[in-house]
T-cell receptor, first 113, second 113 residues
Framework: EDQVTQSPEALRLQEGESSSLNCSYT??????LFWYRQDPGKGPEFLFT???AGEEKEKERLKATLTKKESFLHITAPKPEDSATYLC??????????????FGKGTLLTVNP | EAEVAQSPRYKITEKSQAVAFWCDPI?????LYWYRQILGQGPELLVQ????????DSQLPKDRFSAERLKGVDSTLKIQPAELGDSAMYLC???????????FGSGTRLTVV
């Protein structure tokens, strides 16, 4: 069974204080690892998909990286508007599981001004 | 930008009553998903459709939950009777195919009293 563990559960930063969120996963074969951002009371918003170890993707102050066992979401010089819950999900490459996404519980990021 | 539409945004219902949620996916998206997200947790798959066919409903509590996508476009998720433990955010998502990333709707927040 696919599993995703995110840490820390909650992270509080000062504006401009860079940090990283971790996503550890176990999957029989990885097709893709997804990062989503979720604001309170809203649906998840897609950020990145990573497909292979060593891959990196960037968007504004966010950079996602992938190894064979985990992914990191690096936040550089965060701003208060980056405050949200960040969700990680894995998609297996096995059709037997219908390629469904399995999500972690998320990391609640709060950036104080 | 194309969106996944969901309604209602909020629903309060009494225990043992019936409740229904509606989802209209992005045009052309063959795959549709219903996820349930309990506060503080990651989304969990309830049911997956490919066109009008159910691909995966292994996590759907079939004694009280039902889902349909009659013409392979919009979908309805029903709960009858609702229980207190059903209070959660119900998220609909769609994708071009079942091995691609998802676009989520804004969700329906259900409160059972």
């Amino acid at each position: 069974e696919d599993q995703v563990t995110q840490s820390p559960e909650a992270l509080r930063l000062q504006e401009g204080e860079s940090s990283s969120l971790n996503c550890s996963y176990t999957v029989s074969g990885l097709r893709g690892l997804f990062w989503y951002r979720q604001d309170p009371g809203k649906g998840p918003e897609f950020l990145f998909t990573l497909y292979s170890a060593g891959e990196e993707k960037e968007k504004e102050r966010l950079k996602a990286t992938l190894t064979k066992k985990e992914s990191f979401l690096h936040i550089t010089a965060p701003k208060p508007e980056d405050s949200a819950t960040y969700l990680c999900a894995v998609q297996p490459n096995s059709g037997g599981s219908n390629y469904k996404l399995t999500f972690g519980k998320g990391t609640l990021l709060t950036v104080n001004p | 930008e194309a969106e996944v539409a969901q309604s209602p945004r909020y629903k309060i219902t009494e225990k043992s009553q019936a409740v229904a949620f509606w989802c209209d996916p992005i045009s052309g998206h063959a795959t549709l998903y219903w996820y349930r997200q309990i506060l503080g947790q990651g989304p969990e798959l309830l049911v997956q459709f490919q066109d009008e066919s159910v691909v995966d409903d292994s996590q759907l509590p079939k004694d009280r939950f039902s889902a349909e996508r009659l013409k392979g476009v919009d979908s309805t998720l029903k709960i009858q009777p609702a229980e207190l433990g059903d209070s959660a955010m119900y998220l609909c998502a769609s994708s071009v195919g079942y091995n691609y990333g998802y676009t989520f709707g804004s969700g329906t927040r259900l409160t059972v009293v």
